[in-house]
């Protein structure tokens, strides 16, 4: 029987490819001349340190600039508040990875709503689609990609 995994996962290489090269732009820049800018990646958050405020807000383009040059989904970074110390200031960017339960309950409900006939499960971090032909699959594919759900989504075992 079909089916494929519905994830919500990112290419950790390519994140820090996308850090490093942010690193070397923000080090190059003129309005960064002088600072310790910097993006750090430790587990699944970015910090971002600078002299001032105004400093990290110009940092986040870049990153996402990168980001999207690299084919990764920014829709999986979650801006925390800048605390501003004596000498610098700090961001946290948490990265969101995995599907939650309420939005797994949203594809669940998605895939039942549209009258395929597929069923959809919820494993863990994932969404299980099955159903007996291939076209309804590529349809639901469609359907969650089109939905705006707000997390990135990759389908994984895509399966004949």
């Known amino acids: 029987m079909p089916s494929f995994d519905t994830v919500s996962e990112i290419d950790h290489h390519e994140l820090t490819n996308a850090i490093d090269q942010a690193n070397r732009e923000i080090g190059t820049r003129y309005d960064f001349k002088g600072s310790d800018a910097r993006i750090e990646l430790s587990g699944q958050e970015l910090v971002m340190h600078a002299q001032s405020k105004f400093q990290l807000q110009q940092m986040f383009p870049v990153l996402i600039q990168k980001m999207n040059r690299r084919g990764l989904d920014i829709d999986c970074l979650k801006l925390g508040e800048a605390v501003e110390g004596a000498k610098d ?17 949203k594809i669940v409900k998605l895939i039942k709503d549209s009258k395929l006939k597929l069923q959809a499960q919820i494993q863990g971090e994932q969404v299980r689609v099955t159903g007996k032909k291939r ?23 895509f399966r004949d």
């Open 89 to 105: 200031a700090k961001q946290p960017v948490s990265i969101q990875e995995g599907i939650d339960k309420e939005s797994a309950k």
């Open 135 to 157: 076209d309804d699959l590529q349809q639901a594919m469609k359907l969650l990609k089109d939905a705006g759900l707000g997390i990135p989504l990759q389908f994984n075992n």
